[in-house]
Structures are given as structure tokens and as C-alpha cells.
């Protein structure tokens, strides 16, 4: 790059750095998450949750208390002023999200260039595609990255209580989801900072500290652990029993029993699935890389000539992404689900692994960067632990990683210290993999910025335009207007309590139903049949008459789904139940018929 014009471009940054740095970094991210607030009515995965918060004593113990921080949030938030309404709720969990970043820059900006840092967060953000009101992600998230900043102020600043709070905030993190447990793994990042000054601290500068210093660091980690884990174990326990910390564990335990891919092995292997099928693309542009290499090494007397192949490399760089476009590796479709930008996200995770690597095992970096780059890499490798959704969990949780991974390959390709160059090894090695690099950076930058304008989670992905109110939000035709007719008859009904079916356990948060038993999602695989069947023989006779079955129609079948549909059918002859009311997407049984 021109080094003439990055100069320009610093001290164009200088003059306006302030009004940047404090008002308007902060105030996009503040505002870069909400952006979609009135957009989307989605009754599966979105409002889920929503209905649990609003239900609580419904919900199994298992539930309740694996994710039992995020229900007390979500208890609070759906009770707030709005917080009954999708705009209210959708803004209130959308601060989490900014929250998040926010504190993201602020606690990082001080030490790393604020341009990168804020450009990261902005990416960020870009990618988070998990439904706001699922807190058990976004809260998980939160409290993981203030925990691992107390812990790099902690290590660089060498202040154990900065470590003690790390402790702390970790520790509570255990009960906004159970799996956070993996997130004692960045213990890791303390014992490698300590390493990193004994062998790298003399030729920096630093001091050497001696062993013992080890010891007395690990110990102020664990004490504040095990208080931040202790609070919530100790109220759970007092409001709840004991016992139901057991059934928590027994039935969490019993999950890969009913659905395969929740059991460790399972998240593992799919986590490397993605990395391997992703992989391919990689493939493909370090051989564009290669060969461009080689061209430009060939006769490199004639400048013009130089040129002349640079031009014709970018040409290359524009075929391969109209061939990767052609092969599937990426849409324009941005509204209809995850293919616009997940592949080029899997680069992201590429070089943010190869980044944190290379500064750990290198050790030219100093403190700072070389903390950073041990937390990014536990974070990588942690996130999607708990999950069966591959990689996509990494791609919501880049809070951290982005501006660390910005901020090291930038300095590659920059004139500082740290930049990296070939020319001494090939001539004319720099352009094709920095050219690559700007590339990838670009085309992350306007396919992530296209999906989080333009994706609302299954609301619209078949690409129907979203340009009917329901609610003051803006869906489809066909969900507002089978969900407008759905809801005039619930409400004629009388009905008290209602047992969902067919992937819509969000209708008992938009319609205050009550579940009739301990999930409004029973065609979940996690929810074992033998507790369904249960549940259904507990119903007595005398409730039927303000009980609905309201099913959705067309929803995917579970793999146990057959059999749980069965005993549904069952229950409806038994208890002699009718159509009672029925639209192009709900069909309503009841032992009365109900009116539009």
C-alpha cells in the first residue's frame, strides 16, 4: 500500500480522532444492533424464550436452572414498560448486543488502535444472527467477554484483583448456561502470560517474576470462581431444593440420549466439519495466491510490465470470486439464511486462528497483543462447546476475536513493526497475498453487512417481502394475517392454558397463554417422549374446557416426532376434542367452537 496516502489518511484521522473516538465509534454501536427492532415475528426460536421468562414455574428444572441467570434477566425484561411488546423486548435484548461491543471497545481501545477496534465491533455485530431474546447466548457473551477483560487488565496491568473479579464474573457465568464451565479453560491464558514474561520479559523490559507469583495468581482466580459460581448454586438452592440441582445434572446428562447432537462427541465433529468443508475455499486462494506469485516473479525488469500482471491478477482475484459465487460458497440473497455470509466468516475464523497462533508461538509481540491473542484463542476454541450449531456460534461470539484478528493482520500488511514481507524470500510476493487479504476483507465487509441489514430469523427467508404489521412489526402477509385470525379466536376462547404443537412455542408469549404442561416446545428432540406421555396422562378431565391444542401447520417433523404425534392424536380422541378453529398456517382443538 502507497505509503504517501496512508499518511494522508493519518493525518486526516488526527484532525477529526477525537469527536470519533468519543461520540461517534460509541454511538454506532450503540445503535448498529437495533436496527431491525420492528422487523420479524417468528413464534419458533425467537419467542421461545420469551414465553419461559413470562412462565417460569412451567418450566422443567433442568431448564430453569441450566440457564437460570438468562431466565431471571428475561423474567425482568418481559415485565418492564414494553417489555409485553416485540419492539420493547426486541430493543431491551438488542442493548445486550451493544452492551457487549461497547464494552468491547472501551476496554480495548486504550491499548490497540480505536479505528480497528470499532471496525471489529462493527463486524461483529454483523454476524450475530442468533435471535436476540435467546439470552442464554447473548448474556453468555457478555459475561464471558467483561470476564475476559478483567482478566487481560488483570495480566497486564499485573493487579490480582483484576484477576479475583475475572473469577467472579466467570464463575457466575456457570449459571447463565451450564456448559460456561468450559470458560475455566482461560485459566490457560493466565499461566501462559506468566510463561511469557519469565522467557520474553528481560529483551521487553519486564520484570521476571518469580514462580510463587503463579501460585498466588491461580489462587485469587479460583477463590473468585468459586464465589461467582457459589452466589447462584447457594440461592438455587435455597428457592428451589437440592434436588433440583440433581435433576438439573440427570437430566442434562440425558439429553444425548434423546437428541444425538448434544453429546460432546457429536459438537466436536461437527465443529470440525465446518473447518473441513471450509477449508476448501482457503484451498482455492492460497493456489490464486501461489500462482499469482509466480507470475509476477517471472521477468521483473520492465515496470510496466510489473503492472501490467498486478492489473491481471486482480482480474484472476474477480474470476475466482464469480467462480466461488457460481460454486455455491456465497449468495446476494441476503434475507434468506446464512450462505451470504458464512463461508466468508470461516475465513475470519481461519485467520483469527492462524493469527493468535503465530503471536503466541512467535513472541515478538509484546504483553498486550500476546495476552489477547491466548484469550482469542481459548474463546475459539470454547464457544461452540455446548451447542449443535457447528461453527455458527463462533461467528455470534466475535467480540474479542474481530478487532484482535483485524488488528494483528492489518499489522502485517502495514509499515510497522510488526508487517510482514516476502520480498527478501520471492520478488513480488506481497501483492497476491496482501491483494487476497483486502479482497477477503472487503467482501466480508459488504456480505455481513447485507445479511445483518437485511436477515430476520425465519421471518421472510424464502424471500417474501416483510411489509405487513403485526403488532407494530413488520412481517409477512401470510404470518400476519394467520397469526392476527389465530389470536381474535384464542382470545374469544376463555382459555387459560394450551399445549403447542408444531414448532410454535413463541404463541404462549405473544397470546399469554399458558403452557398446559412443562414445555411449549414438546416436538423438540431434547424433550423425551416418556415426559410428553407423562404429561399428558397428568391433564384431568375437569381442565379440558379451558384448554387448547393449537398445532402449526407444516412444521418439520422431529426424529421422534412420529411417535409424540401419535399420543397427541390419542389425547385428542380421548378427551373428544374438535377442530375447533383452523386458517391456512393453525389448525385449533377444543371442545367448543370458537369465533374469528
Known amino acids: 500500500m502507497n505509503t504517501a496516502y496512508i499518511r494522508k489518511l493519518e493525518r486526516l484521522y488526527r484532525r477529526v480522532r477525537t469527536p470519533l473516538v468519543k461520540f461517534v465509534f460509541p454511538m454506532m454501536l450503540l445503535i448498529w444492533p437495533l436496527i431491525k427492532f420492528n422487523q420479524g415475528v417468528d413464534v419458533s426460536d425467537s419467542t421461545y424464550s420469551l414465553g419461559n421468562y413470562l412462565f417460569p414455574e412451567g418450566v422443567q428444572d433442568m431448564w430453569l436452572i441450566s440457564t437460570y441467570l438468562s431466565n431471571a434477566l428475561g423474567y425482568v425484561l418481559v415485565r418492564l414498560p414494553f417489555g409485553d411488546t416485540l419492539i420493547g423486548i426486541n430493543i431491551y435484548t438488542g442493548l445486550i448486543v451493544s452492551g457487549t461491543a461497547l464494552m468491547c471497545y472501551y476496554g480495548l481501545k486504550k491499548d490497540f488502535t480505536p479505528p480497528v477496534v470499532f471496525m471489529g465491533e462493527m463486524l461483529a455485530i454483523n454476524f450475530c444472527w442468533i435471535p436476540g431474546g435467546i439470552l442464554y447466548n447473548y448474556l453468555s457473551y457478555f459475561v464471558l467477554t467483561l470476564g475476559a477483560l478483567l482478566l487481560y487488565r488483570g495480566i497486564t496491568r499485573e493487579d490480582d484483583r483484576f484477576l479475583a473479579a475475572a473469577g467472579v464474573v466467570l464463575g457466575l457465568n456457570v449459571f447463565v448456561r451450564i456448559p460456561n464451565l468450559t470458560q475455566m479453560s482461560l485459566i490457560l491464558v493466565l499461566w501462559y502470560s506468566v510463561y511469557f514474561v519469565k522467557v520474553h520479559g528481560r529483551k521487553k523490559g519486564m520484570e521476571d517474576n518469580e514462580s510463587s507469583s503463579v501460585l498466588r495468581r491461580t489462587i ?80 521483473r525488469k520492465s515496470e510496466v510490465l510489473k503492472w501490467f500482471k498486478r492489473l491481471i491478477y486482480i482480474g484472476v482475484l474477480a474470476l475466482m470470486l464469480r467462480f466461488l459465487w457460481g460454486r455455491g460458497m456465497f449468495t446476494f440473497r441476503y434475507y434468506e439464511d446464512y450462505t451470504s455470509m458464512f463461508e466468508w466468516g470461516m475465513l475470519v475464523l481461519f485467520m483469527a486462528w492462524i493469527a493468535g497462533i503465530v503471536v ?59 508487517r510482514f514481507r516476502l520480498e527478501g524470500v520471492l520478488y513480488g510476493c506481497n501483492f497476491p497475498w496482501m491483494s487476497m487479504v483486502l479482497m477477503i476483507a472487503v467482501m466480508v465487509v459488504i456480505q455481513s ?39 381474535e ?57 379451558k384448554l387448547l391444542l393449537i398445532c402449526r401447520k407444516g412444521a418439520p417433523t422431529a426424529i421422534n416426532g412420529a411417535e409424540k404425534e401419535a399420543l397427541l392424536m390419542d389425547f385428542v380422541e380421548v378427551y373428544r376434542l374438535d377442530v375447533a378453529y383452523e386458517n391456512e398456517a393453525y389448525i385449533v382443538y377444543s371442545r367448543k367452537k370458537l369465533e374469528k
Open 220 to 299: 485469587y482466580c479460583i477463590l473468585g470462581y468459586a464465589i461467582g459460581a457459589g452466589i447462584p448454586l447457594c440461592i438455587i438452592s435455597a428457592v428451589k431444593g437440592t434436588d433440583s440441582l440433581f435433576n438439573m445434572v440427570t437430566g442434562l446428562s440425558g439429553i444425548s440420549g434423546t437428541d444425538d447432537s448434544y453429546s460432546v462427541f457429536s459438537m466436536l465433529t461437527d465443529t470440525l466439519h465446518a473447518y473441513f468443508r471450509s477449508v476448501k475455499y482457503a484451498g482455492i486462494m492460497l493456489a490464486v495466491v501461489f500462482c499469482g506469485t509466480l507470475m509476477l516473479a517471472v521477468y
Open 360 to 418: 503466541v508461538a512467535g513472541g515478538r509481540y509484546n504483553l498486550l497483543v500476546s495476552a489477547l491473542a491466548a484469550i482469542n484463542l481459548v474463546i475459539l476454541f470454547i464457544t461452540p462447546l455446548g451447542s449443535n450449531n457447528y461453527t455458527c456460534q463462533n461467528l455470534n461470539n466475535l467480540f474479542i476475536v474481530m478487532p484482535f484478528t483485524l488488528y494483528v493482520v492489518g499489522g502485517w500488511m502495514y509499515r510497522g513493526t510488526h
Open 449 to 487: 453487512t447485507g445479511f445483518h441489514m437485511n436477515f430476520v430469523f425465519r421471518d421472510g427467508m424464502d424471500g417474501t417481502p416483510r411489509d405487513t404489521l403485526y403488532r407494530n412489526v413488520y412481517t409477512t402477509e401470510a404470518n400476519a394475517t394467520a397469526l392476527t385470525g389465530l389470536e
Open 489 to 545: 379466536a384464542v382470545k374469544n376462547s376463555g382459555a387459560d392454558e394450551a399445549i403447542y404443537w408444531g414448532n410454535c412455542p413463541g404463541l404462549s408469549y405473544l397470546f399469554r397463554l399458558k403452557p398446559a404442561i412443562s414445555s411449549s416446545w414438546p416436538d423438540l428432540d431434547s424433550y423425551p417422549v416418556d415426559s410428553f406421555r407423562e404429561e399428558l396422562l397428568k391433564i384431568k378431565e375437569n381442565d379440558m374446557d
